[in-house]
């Protein structure tokens, strides 16, 4: 099948009518004890955070429901400095994050670096004996996950992944209805992330007074400083992310995965790239096509509604942060689930607002994270299913590199008899840098 018939293919199911229906108060929510602080100062965890720029001065933020943010480290001293002032100036802050884990009073630590940075410090804080929230995508490749996984077992220490979409109501309604089997036999699950901008060439410049240029490029190598590669911007380079594939696909991938229940056998991945010096190199254009141990097939696509389409045998959920729909969905307004149905990470489905957002979301997250940090219980984004996820949106990239099909053993989490797949698997890392 050629890569534009594909797409072609996609866009006809995608736009597919649905009958839509109002989430409501039926979902999920929190469990109780998620939106509690912790009930005497002496049950307070210290909180260290890395890396300040966007998303890790929210998921700060919103950890310091929970307890007393005492550390922050930035290799950009503008950022970190900032971000001391809006805690009040009362955290320590570093340049270099293995300050921050050097000291007694960081109990947990909130990564929110970029992608190449993200299993390094994880591992490190796992091995200083921190509890970890770190953002997605959790890689930058398929072996980096399978070491993390290996530290956390070896360390018993919590990590939750910011995949905050599994504690959205709408995407654990689709989920737990699939797994209900409300669409009957699943059979398909189609997905959509849009397309990454295009950019470049870009200047080299030297690098700001207020940026460790060589601390920020970590494991890659070392390059001119470009303004582009860094900050916000670094997702749209292959050497410190995935593009869109790892960016939103760490996400929708995500919840695809977990209402198939299942890992990927194949891929088969098509994309065009910019081919432009010294600028963003990710794929652009892209479609690929897995195959899964079930039979279930999913597809991810760069156009159409974004979002995650089941389709089984009965009917088909469709699901965004916006929506969840479908006739099976429009049919719970009349008869709502009970609650002992509901059976997804718990019976937890309290009432909430039907117009719950992303910072809800988040909260909901992250108090869950705490609740696992007291309980030492798995959380609902452990470091398995999220290395899982990761992996999967790694083996469409790789694919798409290549630019041919691949087959995949899950147990061995190697390549089916392709020794240039393989090498893919890692990257060269800079000395003094090495993620082990």
């Not at 989430?23 to 912790?38: H, N």
């Amino acid at each position: 099948m050629s890569f534009q018939h594909s797409r072609r293919d996609f866009l006809a199911v995608s736009t597919a009518s649905l009958v839509a229906g109002s989430c409501g108060p039926l979902l999920f929510g929190s469990t109780a004890t998620a939106q509690q602080k912790p009930r005497s100062a002496n049950e307070t965890p210290g909180i260290g955070a890395i890396g300040m720029r966007y998303q890790g001065s929210v998921i700060t933020h919103k950890a310091q429901n929970y307890g007393n943010v005492v550390a922050i480290a930035d290799v950009d001293r503008h950022v970190r400095e900032q971000a001391r002032a809006s805690f009040g100036s009362t955290p320590k802050i570093f340049e270099d994050y293995r300050d921050l884990l050097s000291r007694k009073d960081v109990d947990v630590v909130m990564i929110g670096t970029p992608d190449h940075w993200h299993v390094k410090m994880a591992v490190d804080a796992c091995r200083a004996g921190k509890d970890v929230y770190v953002e997605k995508p959790l890689t930058l490749t398929i072996d980096e996950g399978k070491l993390l996984t290996k530290v956390a077992k070896e360390t018993g220490r919590v990590i939750q992944v910011g995949s905050w979409q599994r504690s959205d109501h709408r995407f654990r309604l689709a989920v737990e209805m699939v797994h209900q089997g409300h669409v009957g036999k699943l059979e398909r699950v189609d997905v959509v992330i849009d397309r990454p901008p295009t950019g470049g060439p870009f200047e080299h410049r030297k690098p700001p007074a207020n940026i460790n240029w060589d601390l920020w490029q970590g494991q890659t190598a070392d390059v001119p400083y470009i303004p582009e590669r860094c900050h916000y911007t670094f997702r749209w380079w292959k050497e410190y992310s995935g593009g869109k594939m790892t960016d939103w696909g760490a996400h929708h991938l995500d919840i695809a995965q977990w209402g198939i229940g299942a890992l990927p056998i194949e891929v088969d991945g098509r994309a065009k790239y910019a081919n432009i010096k010294d600028g963003y190199n990710v794929p652009l254009e892209y479609f690929a096509t897995y195959k899964y141990a079930n039979g279930v097939v999913m597809t991810v696509a760069d156009e159409g509604r974004n979002g995650v389409m089941f389709t089984g045998s009965k009917g088909r959920i469709f699901v965004n942060r916006g929506t969840v729909a479908g006739r099976a969905v429009a049919a719970l307004e009349k008869n709502p689930l009970p609650r002992e149905k509901f059976r997804q990470y718990g019976n937890d489905n309290l009432s909430r607002p039907a117009r719950m957002g992303k910072l809800d979301a988040i909260v909901n997250h992250m108090g869950n994270f705490f609740d696992c940090v007291r309980s030492r219980k798995k959380p609902i984004s452990d470091v398995v299913s999220q290395h899982q996820s990761a992996t999967t949106c790694h083996l469409g990239n790789i694919s798409m590199e290549l630019g041919r099909p691949l087959k995949w053993n899950p147990k061995t989490e190697r390549f089916v008899n392709d020794p240039a797949a393989d090498k893919l698997l890692r990257r060269e890392q800079r000395s003094g840098f090495e993620v082990v």
